[in-house]
Each structure stands twice: as C-alpha cells, then as structure tokens.
C-alpha cells in the first residue's frame, strides 16, 4: 500500500494575515514621501541662501580682485551642485523607493529623471559629493594668501582623497558585481 501524503492547505486565516501583513509592508514606502517633500523645502532654502550669496557677490564685485570673483562663483557653484544633489535624490529616490512618476504630459521633462536606478543614483550621488568636495579644497587653495591654515587644508584634502577613493571603490565595485549601472 502506498500512502500518498496529505496535500498541503494552507490556513485561510493565516492567508488574511499574511496578506494584511504584505500589504502593510508594501504600502509602508508611502512613509518616505515626508522625506522626499523635506528635501524640497531644503530645496527651497537653499535657494534662498543661493539668492543672498548672489546679490553679495554682485554688491561687492566692483572692488573685489580676480581671486575673490573666482571664489564668489565657485561659492555659487558648490550652492547649485548641491542643489542638483538634492534634485537627484528627491527624484530618483520618489521613483526608486515609493512609486512610478508619470512624465505624460510633461514636455520638458527631462529624460533621465526616470531612468536613475539604484546603482545610477549612488554613482552620481557620490560623484556630487567629489565635485562639492573639490571645489572646497579649491577655493581654500585660491584663499591661501588670506587664511592659510595647514591643518584645515590637509583635512580638507585629506577628506577630499577619502571621497574620491570611496566614489573609486563604489564604481569598481558595482562593475565587478555586474551591478546596475543608471538604466544605461
């Protein structure tokens, strides 16, 4: 005789639960659109402060020498690379994380703002963090004369080659694991 085993059937109680529990979870990503909305209003303030440096810098141009014209347009740079990081961020991590963002009747959308991936968004996040961090260690470089301070400089160096190292690593990293590489 040969008996065949009982079919398995699940509990139709436990299913509800674990359905409820699923959907519990699944609907839990919704918690990052706070973030995401916070970061827009960090967005807004570093606007804010973009505006204030800009209007300083065109008050005090007329007296300034070419050094201090350089390091106010590297400030305004460093303002909107930042800004560009947060952008990055907000889209890419709403699209990643909490749900699809429909560019249908949107123009001039840009193209890549649904097409960052995970991998894409830690390489270009971390390439931001070297380009802000680069332009630190070059307006302390064009500061020397004025503010020469060795530790703060090798810090910042120091920090710099820290960042360019990890963005290194992140990079091979991701392409030995075969790794997503922004929907390229």
């Known amino acids: 005789m ?3 085993p009982a079919s398995y059937q699940p509990n139709p109680q436990l299913k509800r639960v674990e359905r409820g529990f699923e959907s519990v979870l699944f ?6 659109a706070p973030f995401y909305f916070g970061l827009v209003v960090s967005l807004a ?8 440096v800009l209007v300083e810098f065109i008050v005090h141009a007329p007296g300034s020498k070419e050094s201090d014209i350089i390091l106010g347009a590297l400030s305004l740079i460093d303002l909107s690379l930042t800004g560009n990081l947060i952008l990055i961020v907000v889209f890419s991590g709403y699209e990643n994380f909490v749900s699809k963002i429909d560019p249908a009747g949107h123009p001039d959308w840009p193209e890549w703002m ?3 991936h995970f991998g894409g968004l830690k390489q270009k996040l971390m390439a931001s963090i070297v380009a802000i961090s680069a332009i ?6 064009m500061n020397i004369d004025t503010a020469f301070d060795p530790t703060k400089l090798a810090w910042l160096v ?3 080659l820290v960042f360019v190292i990890s963005a ?6 991701d392409r030995w694991g075969g790794g997503d590489h922004g929907g390229e």
């Not at 609907?27 to 990052?32: G, T, V």
């Not at 303030?45 to 204030?52: G, N, Q, W, Y």
């Not at 630190?136 to 470089?141: D, G, H, I, T």
């Open 2 to 4: 040969s008996e065949q």
């Open 114 to 116: 649904t097409k960052i």
């Open 158 to 160: 120091g920090v710099h």
């Open 27 to 32: 609907n839990s990503r919704w918690l990052m």
């Open 45 to 52: 303030v570093l606007l804010f402060k973009f505006c204030a």
């Open 168 to 173: 290194f690593m992140l990079a091979i990293s």
């Open 136 to 141: 630190q260690v070059l307006k302390a470089f």
